[in-house]
Each structure stands twice: as C-alpha cells, then as structure tokens.
C-alpha cells in the first residue's frame, strides 16, 4: 500500500498519512492508527509533563474527523515524547522516506509561526457558531477550536467587526478584547439596514465614542439583497457616516448583485455616497476587495489612504479582479479572514484568525510574492492603517 500524500493535501491529511505509514513500519502491515497508540502504550511510551496541549487536542480532533474515531485515541501519538520513541524504531532508510515524504514545503517551513494579523473577523458570530461565551478567554477559545491549515502563524493581532446591534459588546468587554490585542470596531452591517432602529443607531453611536474602538465598520452597500432595499442602505449609509472620526479606520463592505462579480455598479454608487461626505484623508479599510484594477484606482484617486483586504478564497476571484490583485501596490496590501466565514472542505464548518496564513499564502501565489513577504508587509500596513503598533 502506497501510504504517500501529495503535498498540497492538508496538513491533517498528511498527518493522519504519516501515522499510518508509522503503524505499518513499526507493527506490521494493516496496522490502524489506533492500533500504533495501543502499541505505544504497551511498550511505556506515555507522553512526559501530562495534559495535551491546546495544538495536540486540535490536531487529534482534525484526525478524528477525517476518521471517524475518537479524538483520545491519537492524543499520545501527537506527542513528541512518544513520537521520538516510535522515530527510533526506524531503520535509517525508513527515516529517510519518512523525511522525504511528509516533511513540511519549504514554504510551510518558512513561513512557520511567523507573525501575522487578522486585519478582518467577526468574533461574536465566531463564538455563536463554534458555542463559547465571548470573554476574556476568547484566545483559549480560538487555540482549541481553530482548524489546522498548512500555513501555521502566530497571529498576534486581529480586528473584530461587531455590526450587529444585538451582539454589541459592553465597555467591559471592549477592554479586555482591546488588551488581548482582538481590537474592536463597531458597524452596522448594510444586509440589515432595514431593521435597525433609532435605539440601535443610538447604541452604535455611544460605542464609536469609546477610546477602544479602532474602526468604524463594517458599514456600507450590499446588493446581493433585492432592488428594494438598496436605497434603504444609502440612506443609512448617509445618515451614519455623520459620527465618523477622524481616528477611526473606516470599513468598508462592498458586495455587488448576483450579474456584477467584481461590484462595479455597487462600488461606483458607494464611492459617490462618499464623495462630499468624508475627508480625502479618510484611512480606509476595503474590506474583501473582489473589484478590478479601475476600482481600485477610483478609490485611491479619491481617498489616496485606502487600503485592501483579502481572503484565502482567491479561487473565485474574476480574471479582472485577479489582475487587480496581481498589480495593486504592495503597500495598500491586508489579508484577513472574516472569520467564522469563508469556508473549505480542509478548514471546515467556520474559519478562524489562523486560517489568514492561508490568504498570505494564495495572494502571494498570485502576486509572485513569498507568503513571508506577504505576511511582512500585510502586518506593517495594519500598524499604518489602524496606527497600531504591535
Ligand atoms: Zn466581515
């Protein structure tokens, strides 16, 4: 049996891979995976220092999802203690394979816990979906129910967009996200235009006040909602952009109807809703930009301070969109995930934070960039755009 992954499979894939691969070179053929931790345990390899750690539990669970088996029986095998024992029934050639066959690409290698920043999530709709409270224990949260991607970094900052009046956050709240560097923005997202009340506008405007808040957003025009609301979503547009301040970044949600992919129609009527009602100087943040190189240009020509986020998901980009992406100036370049969203079968039911080394890593693709070039200059734009130093 050919136990060999090709490279571009996920990391959990080729993980479980390994491990069987390990199973039949040190049992026998037909080993299962739960058959190698019996082995290991039978031979005294327990792991040292007790307790699985946040990534191990992560990581048994990915397996056991590709599986079906229950995340505990591969904790042990996960474990470097236990792992190096197995390593050295391997005979040097078998090593050798081992190496050859399922060690990280260098571009995996590289860019390995580099730092790197979500410049866009949503961690209320994050916590709702995975099932946690929204607390000061949010990055324990994030470690243990995080997908495992190929491209591993070590987020150190992130903006959460809160633009549903309902999920708001309290002062409280504002404070320990703001000093777990989860830094806040509050919005009113354009989808739900036509339910916001004068009590929600009133609740959005107090919180923009608050020293935390480093973003107004996400706000703006979404047309893939029917005709009839679009003017709704002007007005509103209109009406708030009255509490922007001059240090808020500006967030920007641009999504065109369902016949204009790249959103030249939406784009062109939320740059004219601007014009006139915000400062040139406007620090801006393009949200999940999928518009081409003319976009673009229409924006910094008018706010020369715009800045444009993408995903990981620039499969589905239009080959218009993909020549903007190609040529727009490194330096008005964020990545981000807009996490619990854009999702895969590898990432699977919600995304999270550290799915953003993947958006570095297919831009970069696109670009002819390194994903540790990518990530470099994604994170000293953040620190630019939102004056953040991390
Ligand atoms: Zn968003």
């Known amino acids: 049996m050919d136990l060999r992954v090709p490279l571009?499979?996920?990391?959990?894939?080729?993980?479980?891979?390994?491990?069987?691969?390990?199973?039949?070179?040190?049992?026998?053929?037909?080993?299962?995976?739960?058959?190698?931790?019996?082995?290991?345990?039978?031979?005294?390899?327990?792991?040292?220092?007790?307790?699985?750690?946040?990534s191990q539990v992560g990581a048994a669970e990915a397996i056991a999802r590709l599986t079906g088996e229950e995340a505990n029986t591969f904790f042990s095998l996960l474990d470097w203690s236990v792992l190096g024992r197995l390593w050295a029934l391997l005979t040097c050639d078998e090593q050798k394979f081992f190496q050859e066959t399922y060690c990280l690409t260098a571009e995996e290698q590289e860019s390995r816990w580099q730092v790197a920043v979500d410049s866009h999530c949503h961690l209320d709709r994050w916590s709702i979906k995975v099932g946690v409270s929204l607390d000061g224990n949010i990055l324990t949260h994030l470690k243990?129910?995080?997908?495992?991607?190929?491209?591993?970094?070590?987020?150190?900052?992130?903006?959460?967009?809160?633009?549903?009046?309902?999920?708001?956050?309290?002062?409280?709240?504002?404070?320990?996200?703001?000093?777990?560097?989860?830094?806040?923005?509050?919005?009113?997202?354009?989808?739900?235009?036509?339910?916001?009340?004068?009590?929600?506008?009133?609740?959005?405007?107090?919180?923009?006040?608050?020293?935390?808040?480093?973003?107004?957003?996400?706000?703006?025009?979404?047309?893939?909602?029917?005709?009839?609301?679009?003017?709704g979503q002007s007005i509103l547009l209109r009406r708030v952009l009255g509490?922007?301040?001059?240090?808020?970044?500006?967030?920007?949600?641009?999504?065109?109807?369902?016949?204009?992919?790249?959103?030249?129609?939406?784009?062109?009527?939320?740059?004219?809703?601007?014009?006139?009602?915000?400062?040139?100087?406007?620090?801006?943040?393009?949200?999940?930009?999928?518009?081409?190189?003319?976009?673009?240009?229409?924006?910094?020509?008018?706010?020369?301070?715009?800045?444009?986020?993408?995903?990981?998901?620039?499969?589905?980009?239009?080959?218009?969109?993909?020549?903007?992406?190609?040529?727009?100036?490194?330096?008005?370049?964020l990545v981000e995930t807009d996490a619990p969203y854009f999702v895969s079968p590898t990432i699977g039911p919600f995304s999270s934070p550290n799915v953003v080394g993947l958006a570095a890593r297919n831009v970069g693709r696109i670009r002819g960039e390194s994903t540790r070039d990518v990530l470099t200059a994604t994170v000293s734009n953040f620190e630019d755009l939102y004056r953040l130093k991390l």
């Not at 894939?13 to 019996?38: C, E, H, K, Y």
Request: hydrophobic share 35%; charged share 25%; proline share 6%.
């Open 144 to 231: 243990d129910h995080s997908p495992l991607v190929e491209i591993e970094v070590n987020v150190k900052a992130m903006v959460t967009n809160f633009c549903d009046p309902p999920t708001y956050p309290d002062v409280s709240l504002l404070k320990t996200l703001s000093s777990m560097r989860c830094f806040p923005t509050i919005g009113l997202h354009p989808k739900g235009a036509s339910r916001y009340s004068d009590t929600d506008i009133n609740q959005f405007a107090k919180l923009l006040g608050r020293p935390e808040v480093v973003g107004f957003g996400e706000v703006g025009l979404d047309h893939s909602v029917p005709y009839t609301e679009w003017l």
């Open 8 to 54: 571009s499979e996920s990391l959990t894939r080729r993980r479980l891979a390994f491990l069987m691969a390990l199973g039949v070179r040190v049992v026998r053929d037909g080993t299962s995976v739960g058959d190698l931790a019996l082995f290991a345990y039978k031979m005294g390899y327990v792991p040292k220092g007790g307790g699985e750690k946040p």
């Open 243 to 333: 509490f922007l301040e001059e240090r808020h970044v500006l967030i920007l949600h641009c999504r065109g109807s369902k016949g204009d992919q790249d959103g030249r129609e939406v784009n062109m009527r939320l740059l004219s809703i601007l014009h006139g009602l915000i400062s040139p100087n406007q620090r801006i943040h393009l949200h999940c930009f999928r518009g081409d190189l003319e976009m673009f240009r229409a924006f910094t020509d008018s706010f020369p301070n715009t800045y444009v986020g993408y995903t990981h998901k620039t499969s589905d980009l239009s080959p218009a969109a993909l020549l903007a992406l190609r040529t727009i100036p490194t330096e008005r370049l």
